[in-house]
């Protein structure tokens, strides 16, 4: 009896992790497909996928052969050479004329065309092709081929995006962005939760319950009247009603709610004693606040401080409303998705971009990931 | 570049500086008036004590003023303006957004991804918290699956976009999707312009960002149930699959209740992903980002945006009421 029920425990544990394993990959997949194909040759990204990137690839395709005006005299006969490709990373099979016949013949062996003239052409794509009269044609010949692709990989995708598509200055504009609209809210909001913890004023509960029901205002609920009032505000004093100062204060007003919450159930879950017998010692709040409260929430500063920087990171709705979309101002997401639309078929520069743009939050959240679960499930687990 | 990554350290600086100037300002002030050496002023202490909670939550309750309760209550008294917000139309507004097709499919659409998205991320999340409890692997398989929710729904959009992509049933496939569809001999399809299946297509994001946070949670939920009631299930004879669906999804109803709710909201708000993916075409138009349209549509229709709006905040009001409702108990508890 015990061991049937061992042998069944087994099976379902074998099941357990192949369906686990099999979630696991269906969830890193997409993510995976876009960070190798950002390493990717842009023409091989072009045209198979990501899973194909580390085999080689046989391909035809035709290219033309230089014209009259290249051929060179020598020893009574006519010559034109050279290479039919601009970099390497191809070895050519066969090759023909015709693209009906594309094994004709075969690459590093001498073929006699019709017109009587010799044609040479190597693996690498350096060919010679020899006559006895002179060449005419005034556009290159057509040479087809069937050739094997070897995988390529660079950084040239990456070099292309952050200087001529401006990504790297809209790493900057978001990293303008995103450090203030970080540090701000957590100084006011750590003095307004210890004053929900540990004060006694009227209107305490009614306040921090007011708080409460801020957390799921949603945040179209402010656009249009914040918007009417910075345009306001920038006509009154005459400066631009898109600016980095006035994005900052947004992000601080929307991220409040969340950290006022959370800090003050981490500042009221301190143990009462301690506190107490600060006060007894003659110790004011502000002194409390300062020398025992604050380095004791070190934990709950920090989950916030995370869930700001994501979500500042991250946001496109706020950076639209709040930011213009010159050069010196636009963030990243929000050129990302204009890449979106105006490069839409080129997976190069958008996967590329992608990455770029993903790779600061994912560093933050793997390194920080503790107590990023810590603050997300402070609250959440009822017990 | 530079310079202008220095212009933010010293925002981050002057913050700072305008913060501790105001806190250390006027505690120091406070101690002045309020101390042992005044001897003009009666009951020092019940003022100090009255006073300083207040300098506390100043800037706090301004911000929380400015950014969200003008705001709203703004909006609510836009929505009854025209679009200018000068005239008062009464319910014009209202009444043209349910006559309007485009706000009838964002609401259609809206209610698809009420319905689905929190019950796809709910199952994944429950599923995946509880294999991963089993493996030795799990805190990697966990890692993984969580990893999304540190991407931006536009950043998604790119990966997700990728693994759509489209190309003519003739030549190589570089999206997985239709690879994957060609592989089993079907049909490659734009699935993006596929009209109402599209909207599943983009739920798939949000359900895969969103996944990681319902598993986190109930991972942890599940570790906080007894060990003792597990092993009476097992001796009892019990099947695992029976313990998960009897014992552990039971126990930790409450917790699926709040991921649930945490998630509505954020559907109900959904938009990046919209945007980018189709910017509402083909119809998926959902009402963030029909309201988005709206505030800038034809120099910007403040009555028709905030409308909107309300329709988004009467979808939260529920959820808002429960939220202070919980509160409420649990601070009796405490």
Known sequence: MISLYRKTFNFGQILSSMLLLFLVLLWIMPTLGLFISSFRDKDQLALTGWWTALSTTERNEFRRTGTRKDQIERDGKYIISGNLFKKGGKTIQTFSTNFRNLTKYKAGVTAQFKDGSLFILHENGEYEWVSNHPFKHKRGKRIFYVANVAPAFSLDNYREVLAAEGVGQSFINTLRVTIPATVIPIMIASFAAYAFAWMEFSGRQFLFVSVVGLLVVPLQMSLIPLLSMYNEIGKFFGVTAKSYPGIWLAHTGFGLPLAIYLLRNYMGSLPREIIESARIDGATHFQIFTRLVLPLSVPALASFCIFQFLWVWNDLLVALVFLGKKDDEIVLTSKLRELLGSRGDNWEILTSSAFISIIIPLIVFFTLQRYFVRGLVTGSVKS | ?334
């Not at chain 2, 350290?9 to 305008?18: K, P, R, S, T, Y």
């Not at chain 2, 409890?133 to 990966?159: E, Q, R, Y």
């Open chain 2, 1 to 334: 570049m530079a310079v202008q990554l220095l212009n933010a350290l010293l925002a981050v600086v002057l913050a700072i500086g305008v913060c501790l100037l105001y806190f250390v300002g006027t505690n120091y002030l406070l101690e002045r008036i309020f101390s042992d050496k005044n001897y003009y002023f009666p009951n020092k202490d019940r003022w100090h004590r009255a006073i300083q909670p207040w300098l506390f939550l100043t800037p706090a309750l301004l911000f929380l003023v400015v950014y969200l309760v003008y705001p709203v209550y703004e909006t609510i008294r836009l929505s009854f303006f025209n679009f200018g917000g000068f005239d008062y139309v009464g319910f014009k507004n209202y009444i043209w957004a349910f006559e309007n097709p485009e706000f009838q499919q964002a609401i259609l659409n809206n209610l698809l991804w009420l319905v689905f998205v929190p019950i796809l991320s709910v199952v994944f999340g429950l599923l995946s918290a509880w294999l991963a409890d089993k493996v030795w692997w799990g805190t990697i398989a966990k890692s993984l699956i969580f990893m999304p929710m540190a991407i931006s729904f536009v950043g998604a959009s790119v990966i997700w976009k990728f693994v759509y992509d489209y190309r003519g049933p003739d030549t190589d496939q570089i999206g997985s999707l239709n690879a994957f569809v060609m592989l089993l001999g079907g049909e490659p399809q734009a699935w993006i312009t596929l009209s109402f299946w599209n909207n599943f297509f983009l739920m798939v994001i949000l359900v895969w960002i969103q996944t990681g946070f319902a598993m986190v949670i109930f991972s942890a939920a599940l570790r906080g149930i007894p060990e003792e009631t597990l092993e009476a299930a097992r001796i009892d004879g019990a099947r695992e699959i029976q313990i998960f669906l009897r014992i552990m999804i039971p126990q930790i109803l409450g917790t699926i209740m709040v991921v649930w709710t945490t998630i509505t909201i954020i559907v109900l708000k959904i938009f990046d992903i919209v945007l980018a993916m189709t910017n509402g075409q083909w119809n998926t138009e959902v009402l963030a980002n029909l309201m988005f349209d709206w505030m800038f549509r034809g120099g910007g229709d403040s009555g028709r945006g905030s409308v909107i709006a309300m329709m988004i905040m009467f979808a939260v009001i529920p959820i808002m009421v429960w939220n202070i409702h919980n509160f409420r108990q649990e601070e009796k508890a405490r």
